[in-house]
Structure formats: C-alpha cells, structure tokens
C-alpha cells in the first residue's frame, strides 16, 4: 500500500492552461505538505495543511490554491501556467504539524509546461 | 531563518569504498536534522533523524550521521558504499524542540549527487 500518493506522475500542459494535482495519504497523518523542486533539485515547502487548516503559506503566486477536502487529501490547484512552473511537486505528510515529526513524501509529479 | 548548506554538489566514490556527505545547518536552537535520499524519478525516502540523545544516529540501508553541535554539522556516512547507494541526497532541518507554530517545515540544502563507480 502506498502511503502518500500522488496524480499525475506526470503532467504536460500548455502555458495558460489550468491544471490540478491530487494527493492523498493513507497513514492518518494530520498534517499535509506540498514542496516544489527545481530544475536544479532543490526543494523548497509551498503550502502546509493541518487538519484542512492553512498553516502555512510560503509566498506562493496566488495562481497556486491548495485545497484540503479531508485531512487525507491536499490538492493543487495551479491556474494560468506559466513556462516557470516546470518542477516536480512532492506531496508531503507528517502525524503532527510540528517539529520533530517524520515527513513522509510522495512519488512526486513531473510537471512541464510548453 | 534556518538554511542548510551542503557544500559537495557531486562526490564520485568506487564501489566498496567509504563515503562521507558533509551537511552544515544554522540554525537558533537545537534543530532535528534529517538525511533523504531521492533516487531517479523517485520520492524522497527518509534515512535518518536526529532529535535529540546520541549525537551518532543510525539509519537504514547501513547509513549513520553524527550531529555535532560546535560544527553545526549532521555529515552522513557509509563505511562501503554499493552500486544502488547511487541517488541524490539531501539533509533537512526542521524546527526544533519547544518552537511553536509554523508547522513542521522543513528546509533543505541543495543536495548532493553521488555516483558509484564499480
């Protein structure tokens, strides 16, 4: 069984065009992750989801809405991409929204945009 | 702010050898530091946590790293390395212990990429 799951793994769109990316973790982890990695791997937190509550928000272009419907689903939302875009987006998770708490990642999603 | 900083970007080691990844970390307080490793096209698995007690942590797949305070260091080590060691690696801190709010974010160094020659 996976334990966070990520759809797509990959994902090739247009500039402008909208487009969503689901998650879900079967580990009844509280807290939820969505990080973005680079074309140079580095890896960087953009939104964290306690119990489908925001709590934190990384400066993150408002084209970019998260949305946690459960405690075991965050998606991302991405409106008017942009070629900037282009990254793998790991989903993230973590029993309790504090330090000192493992964070298990998905498989990620390749995300290109032409 | 927390940063951490991973100063080798690609280390080349032959099969059987031993490998060290070197990690510094600044950071206000005591963090936890974590070790991941991404394979190709893979997630990130988690290989090691330092929280607090011994400084030297053992991990999975034979990994170990020790957590030194005057250094503000967290270098991972292998005493031989194996062909399927080869991936990127990654050391992470996270808010330490007593900090409230902000979550449980985690910031990582930029990686570093090791290839295993046979």
């Known amino acids: 069984d996976t334990a966070v799951s990520q759809t797509p793994k990959y994902l090739v769109t247009q500039m402008g065009n909208d487009k969503s990316i689901k998650c879900e973790q079967n580990l009844g982890h509280d807290t939820m992750y969505w990080y973005k990695q680079d074309s140079k791997k580095f890896l960087k937190i953009m939104f964290s989801y306690n119990n489908k509550e925001l709590i934190i928000n990384e400066t993150v272009p408002n084209r970019f809405s998260p949305k946690s419907p459960d405690k075991a689903h965050l998606n991302l939302h991405i409106n008017s991409l942009e070629l900037g875009d282009s990254a793998v987006y790991f989903c993230?998770?973590?029993?309790?929204?504090?330090?000192?708490?493992?964070?298990?990642f998905g498989q990620g999603t390749r995300l290109t945009v032409v | 702010a927390q940063s951490v900083t991973q100063p080798d970007i690609h280390i080349t080691v032959s099969e059987g050898a031993s490998l060290e990844l070197r990690c510094n970390y600044s950071y206000g307080a005591t963090p936890y530091l974590f070790w991941y490793v991404q394979s190709p096209g893979q997630g990130l698995q988690l290989l090691l946590k330092y929280f607090s007690g011994d400084t030297l942590v053992q991990g999975i797949k034979g990994f170990e790293a020790e957590f030194k305070r005057s250094q503000s260091s967290f270098n991972l080590r292998k005493p031989s390395v194996h062909w399927s060691d080869a991936a990127e690696y990654f050391c992470a801190v996270g808010a330490g212990r007593g900090v409230t709010g902000g979550g449980n974010k985690l910031t990582f160094g930029t990686g570093t990429q090791l290839k295993v020659e046979l």
């Open positions: 993230a998770s973590s029993l309790y929204p504090r330090g000192g708490t493992e964070a298990f």
